[in-house]
């Protein structure tokens, strides 16, 4: 296998208690409160051609208040001869009517065999764009300027 590639192509999911999420809501450098999102879906789908590609989050949970976060990564790059993926996507809530916010995840390949891909990553977004874009909002007691997002997550072929 190329080191440098994605895992051959397929539908790939994680399993319940193999993708752990947590949002942290940060004011300049003070993290002001840092909770784990329940994971609704974590997906990937590998295409022939790895540019075509997509990854798909979906957070909800208490820590978002009973709302839903997506993440939809529709270019995955590679990047350091394969051992970082570069994830270019959008961020929104879960209604399709509202606007996304552009979005990247950047994740460190922690292990790669043909029908399995660990990964832990993050992305940060502004926090007034994705709640003028979205409406997504914290709480009003936890002011924040960027939301941080962690994933770690353990991708398996779907048969």
Known sequence: MDPGRLPRPGAYAAAPGRCVTE???RLGPLVVLRRRADVEEAALTVAPDGQDSVLRLTLGGDALGGELLTLVG???????????LRVHGSLGTG???LETLPATLLLRVV???D???LVVG?????????HRTTGFALSR?????HLGLLVAA????SP
């Not at 993050?122 to 994705?130: D, H, N, Q």
């Not at 007691?141 to 300027?145: D, I, K, L, S, V």
């Not at 353990?154 to 072929?157: A, I």
């Open 111 to 113: 292990e790669r065999t």
């Open 154 to 157: 353990e991708f398996t072929c």
């Open 141 to 145: 007691t936890r002011p924040a300027r």
């Open 23 to 25: 949002l942290t809501h």
């Open 115 to 117: 029908d399995r891909l």
């Open 95 to 97: 209604d399709a009517s």
């Open 74 to 84: 529709t270019a995955i790059e590679p990047m350091a001869g394969g051992a970082r």
């Open 122 to 130: 993050t992305a940060r977004v502004p926090y007034g764009p994705l």
